[in-house]
């Protein structure tokens, strides 16, 4: 089993800035991509940012130059830097990861969300 467990949602003030993190445990060989979506209320969720192994990252039109996606291989986690946040970033923000286990084969993992909130 793989467990994705988010950290560092919280109330913010419009401008401000939050930093999520997301450590994958559990049976893992590999982690390929991984993500962070969103999802507010009454929507769909919406990918928000995804990174590769090697590194490359695409977001969504709506945070591009004020989020960053990043990653330590080593310790199974990513990261979201979200700066300059607004009202409109409000969400439940949930993390992705494409796991290759030991014994299995490849399968999709969701964390249990964290609630980010911008408002003054």
């Known amino acids: 089993q793989v467990q994705l467990v988010e950290s560092g949602g919280g109330l913010v003030q419009p401008g401000g800035s939050l930093r999520l993190s997301c450590a994958a445990s559990?049976?893992?060989?590999?982690?390929?991509?991984m993500g962070w979506y969103r999802q507010a209320p009454g929507k769909q969720r919406e990918l928000v940012a995804a990174?590769?192994?090697?590194?490359?990252?695409n977001y969504a039109d709506s945070v591009k130059g004020r989020f960053t996606i990043s990653r330590d291989n080593a310790k199974n986690t990513a990261y979201l830097q979200m700066n300059s946040l607004k009202p409109e970033d409000t969400a439940v923000y949930y993390c992705?990861?494409?796991?290759?286990?030991?014994?299995?084969?490849?399968?999709?993992?969701w964390g249990q969300g964290t609630q980010v909130t911008v408002s003054s």
């Open positions: 992705n990861a494409d796991v290759t286990r030991p014994i299995g084969g490849t399968l999709d993992y």
């Open positions: 990174i590769t192994s090697g590194g490359t990252t």
């Open positions: 559990g049976s893992i060989f590999s982690i390929n991509a």
